[in-house]
C-alpha cells in the first residue's frame, strides 16, 4: 500500500480492476465493508470479501471506471477519497451503469501505510 492518500486509491483501483484480488486483499483491513454496487447489500469483514470476489467477482472482473475526485479528506489515521466514476460487470461490457463512491482509508501511525476498509459505490441514477 502508499504512504500516500491518493496513491493507496490508485492502487486499490488498478488491483480491483485487473482482478488482483489477493493482492488486493493484502492492502484491506481485516474489518473491511464492501457494498455491492446495484445491491442494498454489504459484505463485512476481510474473509468474507475475498470469498466473495475470488468466487463471484473472479470469473467476471467488473470494472471501476474513470474515477472523478470530488472529495479528499485526510486527518493523521483516517482517510476518505469520494466522488464519481462508472462501473462495468465485465470489461468488454458496453453498458456502464455511473456510481458515487466513497473509499475509507485506515492506517495506525501516520507513518503506516494505508488500508482500505470500506468501499461503497451506488448507482448515482
Known sequence: MA??????FDQASELFNAGN????GAIL???VILKRV???GSIVGIGNVM?????????????????????QI????????????EYRNKPGDR????????????????NDDWMLTNLFAVPAN
Open 29 to 31: 483491513s481485516s474489518n
Open 51 to 71: 470469498a466473495y470476489l475470488n468466487t463471484h467477482q473472479k470469473s467476471q472482473q467488473p470494472q471501476f471506471v474513470g474515477p472523478k475526485i470530488q472529495m
Open 38 to 40: 446495484g445491491d442494498p
Open 74 to 85: 485526510e486527518k493523521g489515521t483516517q482517510g476518505v477519497i469520494g466522488g464519481a466514476a
Open 95 to 110: 453498458v456502464m451503469v455511473p456510481v458515487q463512491f466513497t473509499f475509507v482509508f485506515v492506517r495506525n501511525d501516520p
Open 21 to 24: 484480488y489477493n493482492e488486493l
Open 3 to 8: 504512504k500516500e492518500l491518493r496513491q493507496a
